[in-house]
């Protein structure tokens, strides 16, 4: 059984920094490669970052240089630090693993006024 529980979002100004969490149930998560995703409204999800259990990194060019996706494997969480956000970083964003599985959480939302 696979569950996901993201948190951190909120309202932040653009320029500001936010710290996601995501809280992973999941068999053998220290394999897994674990991602961040995020939906606007209207939009399709997309993929943001990525980290292989060994802690490999990508990234989607739209966040390269702001964003940071690292994980605790003792924890099974994965978090995303967001700095220098704009206003189209907006969207609720939600971890899955990579590729995802059919499960997902309810994420959390991004808000980023300019």
Same mark, same amino acid.
């Given at each position: !059984?696979? !569950?996901?529980?993201?948190?951190?979002?909120?309202?932040?100004?653009?320029?500001?920094?936010?710290?996601? &969490?995501?809280?992973? #149930? =999941?068999? @053998?998560?220290? @394999?897994?490669? =674990?991602?961040?995703?995020? !939906?606007?409204?209207?939009?399709?999800?997309?993929?943001?970052?990525?980290? #292989?259990?060994?802690?490999?990194?990508?990234? /989607?060019?739209?966040? *390269?240089?702001?964003? #940071? @996706?690292?994980?605790?494997?003792? *924890?099974?969480?994965?978090?995303? !630090? =967001?700095?220098?956000? *704009?206003?189209?970083? /907006?969207?609720?964003?939600?971890?899955?693993?990579?590729?995802?599985? &059919?499960?997902?959480? *309810?994420?959390?939302?991004? #808000?980023?006024?300019?």
């Amino acid at each position: !059984q696979v !569950q996901l529980v993201e948190s951190g979002g909120g309202l932040v100004q653009a320029g500001g920094s936010l710290r996601l &969490s995501c809280a992973a #149930t =999941m068999r @053998i998560f220290s @394999i897994n490669t =674990m991602a961040w995703y995020r !939906q606007a409204p209207g939009k399709q999800r997309e993929l943001v970052a990525g980290i #292989t259990g060994s802690g490999n990194t990508n990234y /989607a060019d739209f966040v *390269k240089g702001r964003f #940071t @996706i690292s994980r605790d494997n003792v *924890k099974n969480t994965v978090y995303l !630090q =967001m700095n220098n956000l *704009k206003p189209e970083d /907006a969207a609720v964003y939600y971890c899955n693993a990579l590729p995802a599985y &059919s499960n997902w959480g *309810k994420g959390t939302l991004v #808000t980023v006024s300019s």
